[in-house]
């Protein structure tokens, strides 16, 4: 009967993935202000229902001064950690039948990308960002599913740097075997250790790098032998704040290109993949060609947009909603034709 439950559901697995085939979600997450830090003048006016955000610019009058944007989703500052995973699961799940899966967590510095995917504190369970709650989800069902399917799970952790390619948990950024989600933990505190940087350093650093975990799934069917692979890309983008080229100078300026060009390769990668175009341009950057078996194809992809609510932080907020719709347009595009 475990049999025929699995089967079950593995079939309405299957049904909400179709929903999701060819389509990118995009969730829009809205940080609470941060003690001792703020004016208290939110530039979020309103959380509709349907995915929608009102924003009102704190220095504009009339009209001008409020404008909508769509989402899939819209997360106010009092969503949980366990709301946003729960709206995340079935895409995960999926992995573990051999579908590729991209997440990605996008943001000027300090929105809340770490917060959403690692969570503020490891030791705290509660807390957990979605990387640790999709690590676990995946060895237990695998477990559960242990008198049908053999898994091997493998994770990589890599963090891309100015156009550079790094290995966290070992030099050369190879697939570490892992069978539960403290495996992993262990691993990431390797990863912190091998890295030659104090905490500060490790800080600024980590807002100018790419970080994506990677967790490789291959499933061996004991019936019938046959083989599935699954592969999930949880990604926290480097800040996506624009720098102002008439000050940064040397090492910052460097970065901030580098930076620059990546998101806005990713940018065209996705918009490609909307219009169904003929080339799909994935050799821009190292981001889109590192995940391209993971962007496009059946691949699904999920994005989390974060927005600071502070009202100096407004510039910033309307260039990442900007480049969140676009990065939505595809099911926006698939729902006109
Ligand atoms: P980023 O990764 O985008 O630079 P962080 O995740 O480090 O941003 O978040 C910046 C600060 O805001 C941290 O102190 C973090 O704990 C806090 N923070 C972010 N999101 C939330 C949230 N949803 N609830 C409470 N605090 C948050």
């Given at each position: 009967s475990s049999y025929y439950k699995i089967l079950e559901e593995n079939r309405q697995l299957y049904n909400q993935v179709q929903d999701l085939k060819g389509?990118?979600?995009?969730?829009?997450?809205?940080?609470?202000f941060l003690q001792g830090q703020s004016d208290g003048v939110s530039t979020v006016d309103?959380?509709?229902?349907?995915?929608?955000?009102?924003?009102v610019h704190?220095?504009?009058?009339g009209r001008d001064a409020r404008k909508v944007f769509s989402f899939n989703k819209v997360f106010g500052t009092n969503?949980?950690?366990?709301?946003?995973?729960?709206?995340?699961?079935?895409?995960?799940?999926?992995?573990?039948?051999?579908?590729?899966?991209?997440?990605?967590?996008?943001?000027?510095?300090?929105?809340?990308?770490?917060?959403?995917?690692?969570?503020?504190?490891?030791?705290a369970e509660d807390s957990w960002g979605v990387n640790y709650r999709a690590l676990q989800d995946l060895f237990q069902i695998s477990k559960s599913r242990v008198d049908l399917i053999e898994y091997d799970i493998g994770v990589q952790m890599i963090e891309i740097y100015n156009e550079q390619l790094n290995g966290l948990n070992v030099p050369d950024a190879c697939l570490v075997q892992v069978n539960c989600t403290q495996d992993v933990?262990?691993?990431?505190?390797?990863?912190?250790?091998?890295?030659?940087?104090?905490?500060?350093?490790?800080?600024?650093?980590?807002?100018?790098?790419?970080?994506?975990?990677?967790?490789?799934?291959?499933?061996?069917?004991?019936?019938?032998?046959?083989?599935?692979?699954?592969?999930?890309?949880l990604v926290d983008l480097a800040g996506s704040e624009r720098v102002d080229k008439s000050e940064a100078i040397g090492e910052r300026l460097k970065e901030a290109q580098h930076i620059n060009k990546s998101l806005s390769a990713l940018g065209d990668v996705i918009s490609a993949?909307?219009?169904?175009?003929a080339h799909i341009p994935y050799r821009n950057s190292k981001l889109t060609q590192v995940l391209q078996d993971s962007l496009g194809g059946h691949a699904k992809t999920l994005m989390f947009v974060h927005i600071n609510p502070e009202s100096n932080a407004i510039g910033e907020t309307i260039s990442t909603l900007k480049f969140a719709e676009r990065v939505a347009s595809i099911e926006l595009g698939a729902a006109r034709a």
């Open positions: 389509s990118i979600r995009v969730y829009c997450r809205v940080r609470p309103h959380i509709g229902e349907n995915g929608n955000i009102m924003i704190p220095h504009k009058q969503a949980t950690q366990q709301q946003i995973y729960a709206d995340t699961q079935s895409l995960i799940r999926s992995v573990l039948d051999g579908f590729n899966v991209c997440i990605f967590a996008y943001g000027q510095t300090g929105s809340g990308k770490t917060y959403t995917m690692s969570g503020p504190d490891l030791t933990l262990d691993l990431m505190r390797v990863g912190l250790k091998n890295r030659a940087v104090g905490a500060t350093a490790l800080n600024e650093r980590s807002s100018r790098s790419h970080s994506i975990l990677t967790i490789h799934v291959q499933g061996k069917e004991l019936i019938s032998g046959s083989i599935l692979r699954g592969c999930l890309h993949l909307a219009q169904k175009s």
